[in-house]
């Protein structure tokens, strides 16, 4: 259940209420591809940085280990120790990636291993399938993400194909679900907005589908090579069309200015590797825009990542001894920055909740990009 709370023009403060807990929102899910977020971070340090919802990938928990596993061991949250709620994609992005190893057809997609070699076949009931055996809070219906640029002809079948392919989802989870034998039997499902900068195809299929009536929208194909100004008018022509009292997630975003611009656009949910890749390569987020740990600035100074942070690696490292473990190729860097910049994001998401409950969201952003704009 999504209960609307408070609103700021478009922009959307609410709860979401799910079998594993309620998730105030805008919330940034933290993504877990493997059931585990990259860096050495454990579901423990997860809930220490304030992480609300995680997110794992359908496609490679089904390769490795696989979903039948996953169900023999409760789920994926109990494989993961995870108490919160988890949402996971459909595979799809992952499987349309494979452009010299998979073939399309109204079926599903055809494709082989990128481990091992082995052909796979996915379609709607078998990602269903693999997302129930996974047992998470939210599943994402089959889609196909496009590619960028890509013709008008070929899009529009694409989202007639996809519009097909959801019809299919909603009634092969309603079939789990029912079955009495799913690891979680009130499984929630998103569907998928695609049209890629066709602006008539998003509104057109966005309105399709909302007359699905479905658990919640996302607006996937965007962050794929577009800029910014393309994807914000994508956002300020489609979000509109989405029910105020269902959850509008966009997919693969992002920056922290992307969420600020995106929240302001009425999405409540976000999600991104970047706060765990960026950690990995010695990348940081502050409230002043971003650092390279790197850097030779940094070689003497004695300051923490960012002064007034919480976070494990704020309250008893130093840049400097950061800068040396990642020279010295010492996984604890990797960690130490992972943790830092996640804690950065549940935090900024914090923040946003915060100035929405007020009545503040629009000054709170202008201050914001101000301050990012510090050290961009």
Same mark, same amino acid.
């Given at each position: ?98 452009? /010299? ?46 590619? $960028? ?99 509008? $997630? ?39 825009? /971003? ?86």
């Amino acid at each position: 259940m999504y209960k609307l709370l408070k609103t700021e023009g478009l922009a959307k403060r609410a709860e979401f209420s799910t079998v594993h807990g309620v998730v105030q929102t805008p919330v940034f899910m933290n993504v877990g591809t493997l059931a585990t977020i990259r860096g050495a971070v454990s579901s423990e340090d997860l809930e220490q940085a304030g992480c609300q919802m995680e997110l794992s990938n359908t496609y490679h928990l089904h390769l490795r280990p696989g979903d039948e596993i996953i169900r023999s061991m409760g789920g994926l949250r109990s494989f993961m120790d995870w108490k919160g709620p988890v949402l996971t994609d459909s595979g799809g992005f992952q499987v349309f990636s494979l452009s /010299r190893l998979r073939r399309i057809k109204e079926e599903g997609v055809s494709f082989s291993s990128h481990i091992d070699g082995r052909k796979i076949f996915m379609g709607p009931e078998e990602s269903m399938q693999i997302q129930s055996n996974l047992g998470s809070t939210v599943a994402m219906a089959f889609d196909e993400c496009a590619p $960028y640029p890509c013709p008008r002809e070929y899009m529009a079948a694409s989202v007639d194909r996809t519009t097909r392919w959801l019809v299919r989802c909603k009634q092969k989870l309603d079939i789990l679900s029912a079955s009495g034998s799913a690891v979680n039997g009130q499984q929630m499902l998103f569907g998928i907005n695609q049209g890629g900068t066709y602006e008539d195809i998003r509104i057109a299929h966005a309105r399709e589908i909302v007359g699905m009536d479905l658990d919640g929208y996302a607006i996937g194909g965007l962050a794929v090579g577009e800029s910014h100004a393309e994807m914000y008018r994508i956002l300020d022509a489609v979000a509109p069309i989405f029910p105020k009292e269902k959850p509008v $997630y966009l997919m693969g975003v992002g920056t922290p200015h992307n969420i600020l611009e995106s929240v302001e656009r009425g999405v409540d949910f976000f999600d991104c590797v970047l706060p765990s890749r960026n950690g990995r390569h010695a990348r940081v987020y502050t409230n002043q825009g /971003r650092m390279n740990l790197l850097n030779a600035q940094y070689i003497l100074d004695g300051k923490p990542i960012e002064e007034g942070c919480g976070c494990p690696a704020c309250r008893r490292y130093s840049r400097s001894y950061i800068r040396h473990l990642f020279k010295a190729k010492e996984m604890l860097a990797m960690r130490l920055c992972v943790l830092h910049n996640l804690h950065f994001y549940n935090s900024f998401m914090g923040q946003i909740r915060r100035a929405l409950d007020e009545g503040r969201f629009a000054e709170y952003k202008k201050w914001k990009l101000e301050q990012f704009s510090l050290n961009p």
